[in-house]
């Protein structure tokens, strides 16, 4: 019969009481100050996109630019982007209802499917404007002030992706990472934008439609990417190598024989549920104190769990 303990690794950094009856220390998740930094993050980088954008997009129209007119939609949708994943933020945070016990946290996911489908808008955007700018055949003009823009945004991007990454991969916020993939997308297609410019600068007209076409297929591509990670979160996908270190850390346990582990990702929370197999013959109380152990084990190997259900499986002996 099946022995269920259930351990949660709060956000407050809770105790829980280990065999021997002492108290044992957690790593504590500082919930407060992990949105505090996502939404401060959030709010400095649409100030800052906002900023590259509309000047980009000045310099876009004054040149006539199609590859400076797409990198500065990428700067202003970001500002977009980033209201969406600061809405999945809000909603996030909302206590466990009777009807959504897990509480609120996928709305981070969402948004990030959200933060894809800006992407691909954009994709498809710069695909048209690029195809109308070969067909039309419209001079790029004021070529030293387009360059000018291309240069402010990549420099812009790569500051803001690199903030935005940074604080992402600190709260294990897939959705912000995500927007920060975006950002430096904008980066890599200002430096396509410039390319553009430099080869109309140096008598080729169809550089600044080409590049733009450049820069739609690498817009895709980072949008493929950003879709499957953000859909894998929402399949419960987990990577394997946490997975490894989860089993590794419940079967070093001394009286466990073997341990399973299944893991799901709900928002920015890591949820895993331990089986380790003990012998047949263990009592409850010895269950429950191994159970503490087992807990304490993978949360202290595996620093992006914020939740542990462990459940005691007595294991079937040999006929």
Same mark, same amino acid.
């Given at each position: 019969m099946t022995r269920v303990f259930h351990?949660?690794?709060?956000?407050?950094?809770?105790?829980?009481?280990?065999?021997?009856?002492?108290?044992?220390?957690?790593?504590?998740?500082?919930?407060?100050?992990?949105?505090?930094?996502?939404?401060?993050?959030?709010?400095?980088?649409?100030?800052?996109?906002?900023?590259?954008?509309?000047?980009?997009?000045?310099?876009?129209?004054?040149?006539?630019?199609?590859?400076?007119?797409?990198d500065a939609l990428h700067n202003l949708s970001d500002v977009s982007t980033s209201a969406v994943v600061f809405l999945g933020f809000r909603i996030s945070k909302r206590q466990p209802s009777p009807r959504f016990t897990y509480g609120y946290e996928r709305a981070e996911d969402l948004?990030?499917?959200?933060?894809?489908?800006?992407?691909?808008?954009? @994709?498809?955007? %710069?695909?048209? =404007? #690029?195809?109308?700018?070969? $067909?039309?055949? +419209?001079?790029?003009?004021?070529?030293?002030?387009?360059?000018?823009?291309?240069?402010?945004?990549?420099?812009?991007?790569?500051?803001?992706?690199?903030?935005k990454g940074s604080v992402g991969r600190k709260i294990q916020s897939a959705t912000l990472v995500a927007d920060a993939r975006h950002s430096w997308l904008d980066a890599v297609s200002s430096l396509g934008a410039l390319v553009g410019l430099i080869l109309v600068a140096m008598g080729h007209p169809l550089g600044d439609p080409i590049a733009g076409f450049a820069i739609t297929v690498f817009i895709a591509h980072v949008g493929y990417e950003v879709t499957s990670d953000v859909v894998a979160h929402l399949?419960?996908?987990?990577?394997? @190598?946490?997975? %490894?270190?989860? =089993? #590794?850390?419940?079967?070093? $346990?001394?009286? +466990?024989?073997?341990?399973?582990?299944?893991?799901?990702?709900?928002g920015r929370s890591l949820r895993l549920e331990v089986v380790p197999e003990v012998e047949p013959t263990l009592t409850v109380g010895a269950s429950a104190s191994l159970a503490h152990r087992v807990e304490r084990e993978?949360?202290?190997?595996?620093?992006?769990?914020?939740?542990?259900?462990v459940r005691v499986q007595p294991a079937d002996r040999p006929s």
């Open positions: 351990h949660d690794h709060h956000s407050k950094g809770d105790q829980s009481a280990s065999d021997e009856g002492k108290p044992i220390a957690f790593i504590p998740h500082d919930e407060a100050g992990h949105r505090r930094a996502a939404n401060r993050a959030l709010a400095l980088s649409a100030l800052g996109l906002f900023a590259t954008g509309g000047l980009e997009l000045v310099l876009a129209v004054l040149t006539h630019s199609v590859g400076l007119l797409s948004a990030g499917l959200g933060v894809a489908l800006v992407i691909w808008g954009s @994709a498809v955007f %710069a695909g048209i =404007e #690029s195809y109308r700018k070969l $067909v039309d055949h +419209v001079a790029t003009t004021h070529l030293g002030w387009g360059m000018a823009g291309a240069v402010i945004g990549i420099v812009g991007n790569q500051v803001v992706a690199r903030y399949m419960d996908g987990v990577d394997p @190598a946490i997975l %490894a270190r989860s =089993e #590794s850390a419940a079967a070093n $346990v001394p009286g +466990v024989l073997s341990a399973t582990v299944r893991g799901r990702w709900t993978v949360l202290q190997s595996v620093v992006e769990a914020r939740f542990v259900d």
